[in-house]
């Protein structure tokens, strides 16, 4: 499974992006497909995540009600709309997929993972 994440960019506080990442390969394996973030000298950390459907969807509380996590089935697409920005948003985003059966929220629950596009908040 191949994962490609877009769409990251400058923003100031209030506004929006919408990241994209598009999966490729065997996704016929792929249950879940997650958002991660990582600020500088920070772990990577749990942002949202989705059935393959993306009929359920799972949010970190730092980011519910602002960030929204969904699925084209048909472009094999996930995205991650994120409005509201706030400087603590600052972070490389990474787009993960799980072959796993339980709701992913762990690092270590994902079995492939893209390369990761940069976000940044300015105050």
């Known amino acids: 499974v191949q994962l490609q994440a877009s769409g990251g960019g400058l923003v100031q506080a209030g506004g929006s992006l919408r990241l994209s990442c598009a999966a490729s390969?065997?996704?016929?394996?792929?249950?879940?497909m997650g958002w991660y973030r990582q600020a500088p000298g920070k772990q990577r950390d749990f942002v949202a995540a989705a059935t393959w459907s993306g009929i359920t969807t799972y949010y970190a509380d730092s980011v519910k009600g602002r960030f929204t996590i969904s699925r084209d089935t048909a472009k094999n697409m996930v995205y991650l709309q994120m409005n509201s920005l706030k400087p603590e948003d600052t972070a490389v985003y990474y787009c993960?997929?799980?072959?796993?059966?339980?709701?992913?929220?762990?690092?270590?629950?994902?079995?492939?993972w893209g390369q990761g596009t940069q976000v940044t908040v300015s105050s």
């Open positions: 993960a997929a799980s072959k796993g059966f339980g709701a992913p929220r762990r690092v270590n629950e994902y079995d492939y």
């Open positions: 390969g065997s996704i016929f394996s792929i249950n879940f």
